[in-house]
Every structure is written in structure tokens, then in C-alpha cells.
């Protein structure tokens, strides 16, 4: 089952479902174009004007109507254009849905498995540390399930940059990544379930400029984001929904980013160091370790694999918009266990304290019966310790006693 998550067979599968696909962010400006299309028995030419959202998508530039059955088209996005006729305006060439090439695009929320099932399924990866990385999954997933913050430090080789490229090619209406030195539009990336940033210390200074507002607003658990606030012209809304949005970072340990690792000393820009104590307080950090085992990665025959496969990414694709659906808080309101040592952060109050328990829910949802999530919230706990460890000295991972002296509730 490996080789069904490999990059490329995931790129085919996307490529055959999201091909086409229009969302509001692709719509640019309404343009009107004059046409000739003729001459008319009185010698003039004559001309049909066409009116309509101009948009690109891989380097295709498209018109798309401004109403379908007079309804505005920002109201029916998403859509899928299938079908489309051309027509050249000076030196450039634009594509014309036809009466038929549009359709509405969705995907039918389909409860086909169990939630562990779905965990487990996912890029089931060997891994040198494989509580940590069903840990990783746990939080990846779960984040496009419930609402929370996070930000996970790790070695290198640990895997984290897999399972958020999987995803943004699996759901990528759910899940977008931001990276440094692509500097994509953030407007584009926000009305989604997860948003994740790759490698914070190493984006630039414009770039984190662009991106300090949407961690404000999101980083409070906000619902909406002004266009205003980013300045960012060209797009069509003055405010977006985040309401279903979770926002996560992912970077090396703060080692990695110092001498002699790196040349140039780059730990001013580490999370805990680059924003506020406020801004640290909105997002749960965890440290987790181990690295992916390379060697389980086979060339395969990719189409040959897709073809295979493809039911199950359908099946697993459902599942996961039967779970965003309200599929997951469904599952929740079934399990009533309870954390062991939950008296060592005590209460439930504080914006760390929201995030962990969020956390402490999927793992709920996941396990089997209460020892089971006993076992996957003390070492999330511990996670959390590992992390303030990580910024002070090296050494082992701390038991739950030791963590309650960094209590979430006196995390600064």
C-alpha cells in the first residue's frame, strides 16, 4: 500500500479529478471583448461582443460568463470547465466554456471506513519513531477535521514535508501549503481547512510581511480576514471566511537553524523568537522526532499503481469530506474517555489549553478504548514538553511529572 502515496501517483490522481477546476481566487477581472465574426450584406462588419471573468489556469487564459442562469458565478464556485471553443483577440488566445463544458464541482461526502481506518491508511509510511509519526498524521488529518493551531519542530528526515504535499494534491480545495521562494498569493490559501506554512525561519521578510496579518487574525481563531488587511489587489472579495481554518507550521529544530549547521545564524527568525508571546500563545508547539525510512520507496509503474489504487484515494477523499461535513463531530460526541493525567494542566482555559485539548480529540476519535488514548495523550503531552526542552538544552524527552513545571496554562 506504499506505493499507492508515492508523489507521482498522487499527481495523477489529481490531475484526473481537479483538472479545470475554477475557484474564486482564479477569477482575475471582467473583461468585454469586441469580436468580428463577419460581414453583412450591407458591406460592415459585424461583431459579437463577449463579456466575462477572465481567468488563468496553467497558463490558459479563459472567459467565463459573469452569471449562469442569472445567478452570479462567484456564487456557484466551484466549478469544473470541461469543454471549451476558442477565439484569438489581437495576439492573445482565450478559451470559451461551451453550453455544456461548465459543471458544478463537488465531492460527495461518503462514510466508507472507520476513522482509524482513514488515519491509518494514510501514508502508512515506515518510520523509525512510529508513534510520533502516527502523532504527525493525527494532527495533519485532524486539523482538516476540527479547528486548532499548531506548529511542529522536528529533525531533518523526520517526514514532515510528505503528508502536506500529499494532501495538497489529494484535497487541494481543503489544504494549501505556503513555502518560502514560491511566495504563491495568501488570499488564494485561505478559505480552506488547513493552511500550512513550510520552513518559517526561511521566508523571506516581504513574504512574512504579507503573511504576519492572516497569523493575527487566524492565530485568534477569528472567522473572517479583511481583504484590506493584506492589501492585496486583484482579488474579488473585501473579506474571506476562515472559519474552518487551521493553520499550522512546520520547521527543523532550532539547531539547524545556527552555526555550525548553517552559515549565517538564522534562530532570530525561529518561531518562538520571531513573533510575540502573544502570537506564541496561539499556536500549540510540538517537538517531535525519529526520520522516514528512505529505503521502503520502490520505482514503480506509476499508471500501472493508479489504476489500482484509485477506487481507495476516491474512497479516502470522501471519507475525509464526510468527516470535515460534520462526520467528526459526530464520532466525538460517541467517546466519553477521559485523560489520566489531565490534572496536570488543569483547567481547560487559555488559548495553548484550546489547541492541546482540540489535539487531545482527534486522538480521542482515534483510539480504540481508554488506555489506548492514554498512551496517545501522554506522549502528545510529553511532545509538548520535548519542545520546551528543545529550546533550552539537549537531552531526553521529559515524563508527564517532569512537563508539569512548564504547565500549558504558564507557557510564555
Known sequence: MIEYWSYDVIKLFHDAHYTGIVEEAHLKELKSFKLKVGVGTDGKAQHETIEGWLVLINKLKYILPQYIDEVDLRDVLPIKIKKT??????????????????????????CGMSFKDWIDNFAPFQHTNPTHWLLYKLIILGALCTRFNFRIATQPGFGKDSLPTILSDLIPLAVSIYTPKSAPRLMSMLERSLLVVNEQPDVAKDDMEALEPVIRVAGDMRTKVQNSALAVSGFTKDEYDISQLSMGF????????MPPNIKVDKTQKYFDNYFTPATNQRFMPFHLSGEIDVSQFKKVDKGEVYEACMPKLKSWVKMAKWLMDGGFDNLLRSKDYTWENERFIG?????????FYAVLDVCKVYASNEKEFNVLANELYRCFGNYMKMLSVDGEGMTVEEIDRTKLTNYK
Open 85 to 110: 471553443t476558442q477565439f484569438a483577440n489581437f495576439s492573445n488566445i482565450y478559451h470559451k466554456p461551451t453550453a455544456d463544458g461548465m459543471v458544478k464541482f463537488n465531492i460527495p461526502p461518503e
Open 250 to 257: 512546520l520547521y527543523n529544530e532550532i539547531k539547524d537553524y
Open 347 to 355: 483547567t481547560r482555559t487559555g488559548r495553548l489549553n484550546y489547541h
